[in-house]
T-cell receptor, first 110, second 114 residues
Framework: DAKTTQPNSMESNEEEPVHLPCNHS???????IHWYRQLPSQGPEYVIH???SNVNNRMASLAIAEDRKSSTLILHRATLRDAAVYYC???????????FGAGTILRVKS | DTAVSQTPKYLVTQMGNDKSIKCEQN?????MYWYKQDSKKFLKIMFS???????INETVPNRFSPKSPDKAHLNLHINSLELGDSAVYFC?????????????FGEGSRLTVL
């Protein structure tokens, strides 16, 4: 499975945008980029995913570099509820599994 | 209605015992998974079933035996529990194999082995 690299932790102020980076230099052409988050004492929760184009949904935006070797999850206005561990994961088109890394711990200050 | 539900939520038991964790999904999905999250918080896949058939078995000790009586249920039975089995176990589901979208996770079952 191709690997991803994320910062161990990041901090943000409430109501401000947050950009969570992810490097995936060994990504293959068929790998989808997935983001999940895990709130304290809960199961992982799907955030967003994409292949080549930038994606938007009600939770976040995903910006994918043109060479696909990196991506950024954007939370447009962080709230205290967004404090969680965010996982960037690559999943191939035949993949039946998600392989989780260590993720980024996002802390949101009021 | 909870989409993916696991029972029990908490389980405390002694070494050497046998225990089971149950998972049910009401999403009509064909594929179900078990993940283990240890004390270091890494989430690792253990098993995956598609329509009651085992499709992923990730070098898990054979003390762990998943059972899928139907595609809506995937249970995890653990024999001869060891201290290292203490972890949070998450069940998940997806529409089918080759699905590239969202996985739906349960709330987790925290197993503590004393």
């Amino acid at each position: 499975d191709a690997k991803t690299t994320q910062p161990n932790s990041m901090e943000s102020n409430e109501e401000e945008p947050v950009h969570l980076p992810c490097n995936h230099s060994t990504i293959s052409g068929t790998d989808y980029i997935h983001w999940y988050r895990q709130l304290p004492s809960q199961g992982p929760e799907y955030v967003i995913h994409g292949l080549t184009s930038n994606v938007n949904n009600r939770m976040a935006s995903l910006a994918i570099a043109e060479d696909r070797k990196s991506s950024t999850l954007i939370l447009h206005r962080a709230t205290l509820r967004d404090a969680a561990v965010y996982y960037c994961i690559l999943r191939d088109s035949n993949g039946n599994k998600l392989v989780f890394g260590a993720g980024t711990i996002l802390r949101v200050k009021s | 209605d909870t989409a993916v539900s696991q029972t029990p939520k908490y389980l405390v038991t002694q070494m050497g015992n046998d225990k089971s964790i149950k998972c049910e999904q009401n999403l009509g999905h064909d594929t179900m998974y078990w993940y283990k999250q240890d004390s270091k918080k890494f989430l690792k896949i253990m098993f995956s079933y598609n329509n009651k058939e085992l499709i992923i078995n990730e070098t898990v000790p054979n003390r762990f035996s998943p059972k899928s009586p139907d595609k809506a249920h995937l249970n995890l039975h653990i024999n001869s529990l060891e201290l290292g089995d203490s972890a949070v176990y998450f069940c998940a589901s997806s529409p089918g194999t080759g699905w590239t979208g969202e996985l739906f996770f349960g709330e987790g079952s925290r197993l503590t082995v004393l």
